[in-house]
T-cell receptor, first 115, second 115 residues
Framework: DAGITQSPRHKVTETGTPVTLRCHQT?????MYWYRQDPGHGLRLIHY???????DKGEVSDGYSVSRSKTEDFLLTLESATSSQTSVYFCATMTVDRGFTDTQYFGPGTRLTVL | AQKVTQAQTEISVVEKEDVTLDCVYETRDTTYYLFWYKQPPSGELVFLIRRNSFDEQNEISGRYSWNFQKSTSSFNFTITASQVVDSAVYFC????????????FGTGTRLTIIP
């Protein structure tokens, strides 16, 4: 495992409030990812990062922003939370070894409820 | 665009029976990676296997085995002599080697082992 922690693990918030989820890794992995998991959809990629200050959008990026100012931290922000963003959020990290894709390892997840 | 289909939404088997979870994928790339992850009731995502598109050899790990067939674009997972601890949601995922290393997940198969 890649020593990944997520905070908070659970959060309940109200519609319209900003929310920031944090992912922290201790393995110095270059790539970091945010996914959301919803029934019937599996996991879908929100945003990912391929280095400090280098980020890109995933499949379901609308309403989300990310930042990565340090290798070990990847923040996911919901600028104005909506009920459709109620979900379980997973962070993942990966290293790329000599140009070959490695394996993504996942954090424990954050359960977010937007009322 | 890449796609992963897990047509079996839920499967229930009696303990000690064998069970196969199906995974069918679509990709235009000739180089890609296939994964299986397990999500037990506790919620974390556990990596099980990674297979690259050039390696069609079947793999066995204890009671788990994987059958990769490029001709049918399938990467099926078999559990032999199932146990209650195998009860979980299992996800198949695909990563194309195009420099972005993003995972596309199937919607998962919920496996219940009946004691």
């Amino acid at each position: 495992d890649a020593g990944i922690t997520q905070s908070p693990r659970h959060k309940v918030t109200e519609t319209g409030t900003p929310v920031t989820l944090r992912c922290h890794q201790t393995e110095n992995h270059r790539y970091m990812y945010w996914y959301r998991q919803d029934p019937g959809h599996g996991l879908r990629l929100i945003h990912y990062s391929y280095g400090v200050k280098d980020t890109d959008k995933g499949e379901v990026s609308d309403g989300y922003s990310v930042s990565r100012s340090k290798t070990e931290d990847f923040l996911l922000t919901l600028e104005s939370a909506t009920s459709s963003q109620t979900s379980v959020y997973f962070c993942a990290t990966m290293t790329v070894d000599r140009g070959f894709t490695d394996t993504q390892y996942f954090g424990p997840g954050t359960r977010l409820t937007v009322l | 665009a890449q796609k992963v289909t897990q047509a079996q939404t839920e499967i229930s088997v009696v303990e000690k029976e064998d069970v196969t979870l199906d995974c069918v994928y679509e990709t235009r790339d000739t180089t890609y990676y296939l994964f299986w992850y397990k999500q037990p009731p506790s919620g974390e995502l556990v990596f099980l296997i990674r297979r690259n598109s050039f390696d069609e050899q079947n793999e066995i790990s204890g009671r788990y085995s994987w059958n990769f067939q490029k001709s049918t674009s399938s990467f099926n997972f078999t559990i032999t002599a199932s146990q209650v601890v195998d009860s979980a949601v299992y996800f198949c995922a695909l990563s194309e080697y195009v420099g972005n290393e993003k995972l596309t997940f199937g919607t998962g198969t919920r496996l219940t082992i009946i004691p």
